[in-house]
């Protein structure tokens, strides 16, 4: 697949090495240019280009930035996009660490990957959120490996989930349907499944446990 990963920080850069290895055809972009990539595109054989062109063609979008930039993201980002173009949503909301205040996340109710739909007018698959980044490099397992951990998966289009969860599956991770957007809250910083290596059953049971208020630790 044609597949465009924005943001080339420790997840994305683990991404574009895994998915490059695959055969997949990798475009990557970060806020610094082209030319700060020029480690990884020696590396991976992928193609870095500005981030307004990242989804041009593009079956799968993967959106792996600090909430804070989603706002700053070049208006008409998924505009080149293939038709019915999948978009991972990797981010997490860190107020006090990193991203400030978000009045529509803390007040409104709104969860994370909601908010980063409504930024990008397109909506998202989020994935990968909870996930080590380098457990993309180290713990691929074979379908059916009991060590194979497993990869909660949230989203209202379901096509474009089934798409995300076909490409994890490749990547060697099992997944958990997670629901909707509205329910993405149960892998947000701060519940039972956000960091969880463990396979599917565990993975299933953490979301059932989370409590939708929250955490204080992850609120301005």
Request: proline share 7%; charged share 25%.
């Amino acid at each position: 697949m044609k597949i465009g990963i924005i943001g080339a920080g420790n997840i994305g850069g683990n991404l574009t090495r895994r998915l490059t290895a695959l055969g997949h055809e990798v475009a990557v972009a970060n806020s610094r240019g082209p030319q700060s990539l020029a480690a990884l595109v020696a590396e991976t054989g992928a193609t870095a280009v500005p981030a307004a062109e990242a989804a041009r063609g593009a079956q799968v979008v993967v959106v792996t930035v600090p909430l804070k930039n989603v706002p700053d993201l070049p208006a008409g980002l998924l505009a080149g996009a293939a038709e019915g173009v999948a978009v991972i949503d990797t981010g997490n909301y860190y107020p006090k660490e990193r991203d400030g205040r978000i009045d529509a996340i803390e007040d409104g109710g709104v969860t994370e990957s909601r908010w980063t739909e409504q930024h990008l007018g397109h909506p998202v698959v989020k994935a990968f959120n909870g996930t080590y980044a380098e457990d993309l490099l180290a713990r691929p397992r074979p379908q059916g490996d009991p060590e194979r951990i497993a990869v909660p998966v949230a989203g209202d289009d379901e096509a474009a989930k089934r798409v995300v969860r076909a490409l994890i599956d490749e990547l060697g991770f099992d997944t958990v349907d997670a629901g909707g957007i509205d329910e993405s809250w149960r892998q947000q910083p701060g519940t039972p499944v956000y960091g969880l290596r463990a396979g599917a059953e565990a993975v299933a049971r953490a979301l059932t446990e989370a409590a939708p208020e929250r955490p204080a630790a992850h609120r301005a």
